[in-house]
């Protein structure tokens, strides 16, 4: 089994903050007999993608992907996530809040992207199939390599935006973006009654429909975007399962507990805290607990944002010699 627990392993200024004095007995124990080795951080759709067997075109193409699970056909066109999003001008960085800080409704998403399209036409004509979930069309695929949106949430975007031959472009055509959405009576009615304007688009998760995988694993995960690529590859993604036992970590298949990722994205040192004892109480001691009854391969505990992962095995459950050290020093 692979857990995909992004956060698990924070930066380290909101580790100091919010593991202070915090003692989870199951965690450390885990910690302390595991084995801690690098995995890819790519972020969790890049670990996801892997997990499916869904192979990176220039991006790792949840565009496509998810465009169907909202009802587009994706044909044979190259596609790009263009999300809307709002960039706060920090001191020294430009900071991004995704679609989730800005809860906007269909009516507003709708008029702002007929506004982008009118003004840009089809070189930057936005679909909004999903308030929160934008589209790019193109035949023929822009030289572009993009930062998925939640690897780029809570982040100085500088370092993560698009690369490559017609990265020029676009980031020109983005900043010309800004400008309009500025004077756009959709946002001076946002901002006037206190809530975060749309003042730009983040183009993530280009590619062409790929080959569906051959063999399916199961996947327990809620997000869109992980209900999207299980629909793909035909391993609908399932609730997080109540009963939490050896038969349950010992099987195959992808859990993807995100209950961190807010917090960590935007730095909540006490929403991470607290979201880290749900985990400790609600898998961490069962899987204490069951370890010695696991099978064979084991399990992966991974944090595809950190790239560090935990490796378990059942001959784990008997290194009572390990002993487990303060959390902040384990998680660093």
Same mark, same amino acid.
């Given at each position: 089994?692979?857990?995909?627990?992004?956060?698990?392993?924070?930066?380290?200024?909101?580790?100091?903050?919010?593991?202070?004095?915090?003692?989870?007995?199951?965690?450390?124990?885990?910690?302390?007999?595991?084995?801690?080795?690098?995995?890819?951080?790519?972020?969790?759709?890049? !670990?996801?993608?892997?997990?499916?067997?869904?192979?990176?075109?220039?991006?790792?193409?949840?565009?496509?992907? #998810?465009?169907?699970?909202?009802?587009?056909?994706?044909?044979?066109?190259?596609?790009?996530? !263009?999300?809307? /999003?709002?960039?706060? /001008?920090?001191?020294?960085?430009?900071?991004?809040?995704?679609?989730?800080?800005?809860?906007?409704?269909?009516?507003?998403?709708?008029?702002?992207?007929?506004?982008?399209?009118?003004?840009?036409?089809?070189?930057?004509?936005?679909?909004?199939?999903?308030?929160?979930?934008?589209?790019?069309?193109?035949?023929?695929?822009?030289?572009?390599?993009?930062?998925?949106?939640? /690897?780029?949430?809570?982040?100085?975007?500088?370092?993560?935006?698009?690369?490559?031959?017609? !990265?020029?472009?676009?980031?020109?055509?983005?900043?010309?973006?800004?400008?309009?959405?500025?004077?756009?009576?959709?946002?001076?009615?946002?901002?006037?009654?206190?809530?975060?304007?749309?003042?730009?688009?983040?183009l993530w998760g280009g590619g062409r429909l790929p080959v569906?995988?051959?063999?399916?694993?199961?996947?327990?995960?809620?997000?869109?975007?992980?209900?999207?690529?299980?629909?793909?590859?035909?391993?609908?993604?399932?609730?997080?399962?109540?009963?939490?036992?050896?038969?349950?970590?010992?099987?195959?298949?992808?859990?993807?507990?995100?209950?961190?990722?807010?917090?960590?994205?935007?730095?909540?040192?006490?929403?991470?805290?607290?979201?880290?004892?749900?985990?400790?109480?609600?898998?961490?001691?069962?899987?204490?607990? #069951?370890?010695?009854?696991?099978?064979?391969?084991?399990?992966?505990?991974?944090?595809? /944002?950190?790239?560090?992962?935990?490796?378990?095995?059942?001959?784990?459950?008997?290194?009572?010699?390990?002993?487990?050290?303060?959390?902040?020093?384990?998680?660093?």
């Amino acid at each position: 089994m692979l857990f995909i627990i992004p956060y698990l392993f924070p930066p380290a200024r909101l580790l100091e903050t919010a593991a202070q004095g915090l003692h989870l007995p199951a965690l450390q124990a885990l910690l302390a007999r595991g084995t801690r080795q690098p995995c890819p951080g790519g972020g969790v759709e890049a !670990a996801l993608c892997e997990a499916l067997d869904i192979s990176r075109q220039q991006d790792w193409p949840l565009a496509p992907i #998810t465009l169907a699970a909202d009802g587009g056909v994706a044909g044979d066109a190259y596609w790009l996530r !263009a999300d809307p /999003v709002h960039l706060r /001008v920090m001191r020294d960085r430009i900071v991004l809040a995704g679609a989730d800080a800005l809860s906007l409704s269909r009516q507003e998403a709708d008029a702002l992207a007929a506004a982008i399209g009118q003004h840009f036409g089809p070189d930057l004509s936005p679909l909004p199939l999903h308030p929160q979930r934008w589209y790019l069309q193109y035949s023929l695929a822009p030289r572009l390599a993009t930062t998925p949106l939640s /690897v780029a949430v809570g982040r100085d975007i500088d370092p993560l935006l698009p690369q490559g031959n017609d !990265a020029m472009r676009f980031r020109a055509e983005l900043n010309e973006l800004q400008m309009l959405l500025h004077e756009h009576p959709v946002n001076q009615a946002r901002e006037a009654r206190g809530d975060l304007p749309v003042n730009s688009l983040w183009l993530w998760g280009g590619g062409r429909l790929p080959v569906t995988c051959a063999t399916p694993v199961p996947l327990y995960a809620g997000n869109a975007e992980a209900q999207a690529l299980g629909a793909f590859c035909n391993a609908r993604a399932r609730a997080l399962p109540a009963h939490r036992d050896a038969p349950l970590f010992g099987s195959d298949g992808v859990m993807l507990l995100d209950t961190l990722i807010l917090a960590g994205q935007v730095g909540d040192a006490y929403g991470w805290r607290e979201a880290l004892r749900e985990l400790e109480q609600g898998w961490f001691v069962p899987l204490l607990g #069951t370890l010695r009854e696991i099978g064979p391969r084991g399990l992966q505990l991974m944090d595809p /944002v950190s790239g560090r992962a935990l490796h378990l095995h059942r001959r784990d459950a008997w290194k009572f010699w390990r002993r487990p050290r303060s959390l902040i020093s384990m998680l660093s």
